[in-house]
T-cell receptor, first 112, second 114 residues
Framework: DAEITQSPRHKITETGRQVTLACHQTWNHNNMFWYRQDLGHGLRLIHYSYGVHDTNKGEVSDGYSVSRSNTEDLPLTLESAASSQTSVYFC???????????FGQGTRLTVV | AQSVTQPDIHITVSEGASLELRCNYSYGATPYLFWYVQSPGQGLQLLLKYFSGDTLVQGIKGFEAEFKRSQSSFNLRKPSVHWSDAAEYFCAVGPSGSARQLTFGSGTQLTVLP
């Protein structure tokens, strides 16, 4: 079955380190998204991509970057991890104007 | 800018009781509205969506939602709650009939008592 997977599921890192969270989907969807989930804020959009080599900033993009070198993957990089980036991160994908977004199971990141 | 408000952070109901989760939105054009459910440790799953037409929409797991333009609301309902419905529920609004960029509410945590 097609799916969207995130890795790792849990990570602890130190302040100032660079961290990359992986997202891989096998639906061949054009659109991929990264959200962070924080108590009281729901999900907030970090970055998104509408296709290979396309990336766009979302609502809370500072301190994060993405790159899209193929259809299947959209890795999220924290350039210099900060404690404020401790959160649960979700990757999602959709096809074109599809009405349904498919979400990964999330990555819980703790920055100490 | 679009926004979504879920006024209830936490709701507790007894199994078998009816449920209504509130959602209010702010959007400049015709809204495209979604309800997602997140079970513990899981990603989000789409329950139902509204784009146009009949203002009462049916979803999976026995859920329904009613779009009321005059009240800018899209409340989620279920006539009889099951223990397995305990989860967090998110309302979201998106542009242009797609899930391309969703704005989420802050979520409502549902607890179901036996």
């Amino acid at each position: 079955d097609a799916e969207i997977t995130q890795s790792p599921r849990h990570k602890i890192t130190e302040t100032g380190r660079q961290v990359t969270l992986a997202c891989h989907q096998t639906w061949n969807h054009n659109n991929m998204f990264w959200y962070r989930q924080d108590l009281g804020h729901g999900l907030r959009l970090i970055h998104y991509s509408y296709g290979v080599h396309d990336t766009n900033k979302g609502e809370v993009s500072d301190g994060y970057s993405v790159s899209r070198s193929n259809t299947e993957d959209l890795p999220l990089t924290l350039e210099s991890a900060a404690s404020s980036q401790t959160s649960v991160y979700f990757c999602a994908s959709t096809q074109g104007g599809s009405t349904e977004a498919f979400f990964g199971q999330g990555t819980r990141l703790t920055v100490v | 800018a679009q926004s979504v408000t879920q006024p209830d952070i936490h709701i507790t109901v007894s199994e078998g009781a009816s449920l209504e989760l509130r959602c209010n939105y702010s959007y400049g054009a015709t809204p495209y509205l979604f309800w997602y459910v997140q079970s513990p440790g899981q990603g989000l799953q789409l329950l139902l969506k509204y784009f146009s037409g009949d203002t009462l929409v049916q979803g999976i797991k026995g859920f329904e939602a009613e779009f009321k333009r005059s009240q800018s609301s899209f409340n989620l309902r279920k006539p009889s709650v099951h223990w397995s419905d305990a989860a967090e529920y998110f309302c979201a609004v998106g542009p242009s009939g797609s899930a391309r960029q969703l704005t989420f509410g802050s979520g409502t945590q549902l607890t179901v008592l036996p």
